[in-house]
């Protein structure tokens, strides 16, 4: 087939997404769909897929662009594969990636939104056929999906009359809880839907607890607590299909911790800071930012001494050494984006998972 462009995730003309299926996320089905029926159009419905990877296994597929085939097309399926494994099929267009619509973005926005993802990623995809008779009929291909899929994370802290939320849950059932939120409260303030059900507390799943234990830990949990929640509308999308929901596809946007993005252009006496490699509070080996020079790009780009260093020009460097990580700093000649975070907020996302 003709190819317009294929603009590669290790910088050559191929887009190799690495990642692993992992067992232990629970999903035992080979294909997380609804039905594969079509209808009287020809049109056929999404497929959802959740994936885990790890630094060492492969993920298994290429995705292209190209002259003969509209959308973000998915190839090069590895024999054995944790993507054919999955149900992944040539040809398949992607069009959510991790509960975002992706069809009308640039293909190398694309690329960098699944290497953003971090270890797992949630991919809605359309077979060939199905999308080119939805292309051609103008269908708003979006329209065919859910609009909102994505848990929340929400980090809620008491004020004098509590967390502002209530819980409840059938009598000798564990792990089924749903939330009564007060309005103008802390819970309300910090996000959380009305009605929702509660999945994880303070990075542990309730999945085991009685309601004794969850009222026991909510005491333990002193002045603040963080909750991973869903709408009933997002939790029957979730179990409909087999799929276990964790923090890593969570909307993180109503948290206080947030990630920050530098734009740094290189001056006459470079970028102004040094790179160490050193123990992170939370586990491993962490990137950090040190001996920010006052006045010198970095600080005016918002640098901050001892942030640590998450991704270097749009790509995850988790799983690279110090020599690595400079090497990515250095592959434009004078200017860098560095995606980094503060120490509060590296505790705090380890501590959720």
Same mark, same amino acid.
């Given at each position: 087939a003709?190819?317009?462009?294929?603009?590669?995730?290790?910088?050559?003309?191929?887009? #190799? #997404?690495?990642?692993?299926?992992?067992?232990?996320?629970?999903? !035992?089905?080979?294909?997380?769909?609804l039905t594969e029926d079509t209808d009287a159009e020809g049109v056929g419905e999404p497929r959802f897929y959740l994936l885990s990877k790890s630094s060492t296994e492969s993920f298994g597929f290429c995705l292209h662009e190209e002259l003969c085939c509209q959308g973000h097309v998915v190839r090069q399926l590895e024999l054995g594969g944790v993507a054919q494994r999955r149900g992944l099929q040539d040809g398949d267009r992607l069009l959510q990636v991790n509960g975002h619509f992706v069809d009308h973005m640039?293909?190398? *926005?694309?690329?960098?939104?699944?290497?953003?993802?971090?270890?797992?990623?949630?991919?809605?995809?359309?077979?060939?056929?199905?999308?080119?008779?939805?292309?051609?009929?103008?269908?708003?291909?979006?329209?065919?999906?859910?609009?909102?899929i994505r848990p929340r994370l929400c980090h809620v802290r008491r004020d004098k009359s509590g967390f502002g939320f209530s819980v409840s849950g059938p009598e000798g059932i564990r792990g089924t809880f749903q939330l009564?939120?007060?309005?103008?409260?802390?819970?309300?303030?910090?996000?959380?839907?009305?009605?929702?059900?509660?999945?994880?507390?303070?990075? !542990?799943?309730?999945?085991?607890?009685?309601?004794?234990?969850?009222?026991?830990?909510?005491?333990q949990s002193g002045n603040k607590v963080t909750l991973l929640v869903a709408s009933s509308a997002v939790e029957e999308f979730y179990r409909l299909r087999g799929?276990?929901?964790?923090?890593?596809?969570?909307?993180?946007?109503?948290?206080?911790?947030?990630? *920050?993005?530098?734009? #740094?252009?290189?001056?006459?006496?470079?970028?102004?800071?040094?790179?160490?490699?050193? !123990?992170?509070?939370?586990?491993?080996?962490?990137?950090?930012?040190? !001996?920010?020079?006052?006045?010198?790009?970095?600080?005016?780009?918002?640098?901050?001494?001892?942030?640590?260093?998450?991704?270097?020009?749009?790509?995850?460097?988790?799983?690279?050494?110090?020599e690595q990580t400079v090497q990515r700093i250095r592959a434009h000649e004078d200017r860098v984006t560095l995606l980094v975070i503060d120490p509060a907020g590296d505790e705090f996302y380890h501590s959720v998972g």
């Open positions: 003709a190819m317009k462009q294929t603009k590669g995730l290790k910088g050559d003309k191929t887009s #190799i #997404i690495k990642f692993e299926f992992n067992p232990k996320d629970g999903i !035992d089905n080979p294909a997380l769909t640039d293909h190398q *926005r694309v690329v960098q939104r699944i290497k953003a993802s971090g270890n797992q990623v949630l991919l809605a995809v359309l077979d060939g056929d199905s999308y080119e008779a939805a292309k051609s009929l103008g269908r708003d291909l979006s329209q065919m999906l859910p609009a909102d009564s939120v007060r309005q103008d409260g802390p819970a309300d303030r910090a996000g959380v839907p009305a009605g929702s059900w509660l999945l994880e507390l303070n990075g !542990d799943s309730v999945r085991s607890y009685s309601y004794t234990q969850l009222t026991k830990k909510l005491k799929l276990q929901v964790t923090a890593a596809l969570a909307d993180p946007s109503w948290l206080p911790f947030k990630a *920050r993005e530098l734009h #740094i252009v290189k001056g006459p006496a470079g970028y102004g800071f040094l790179l160490k490699e050193d !123990d992170c509070s939370s586990g491993g080996i962490g990137q950090f930012l040190w !001996d920010v020079d006052v006045g010198l790009p970095a600080e005016q780009a918002g640098m901050k001494e001892g942030d640590r260093v998450l991704a270097v020009n749009g790509e995850s460097i988790e799983g690279l050494d110090h």
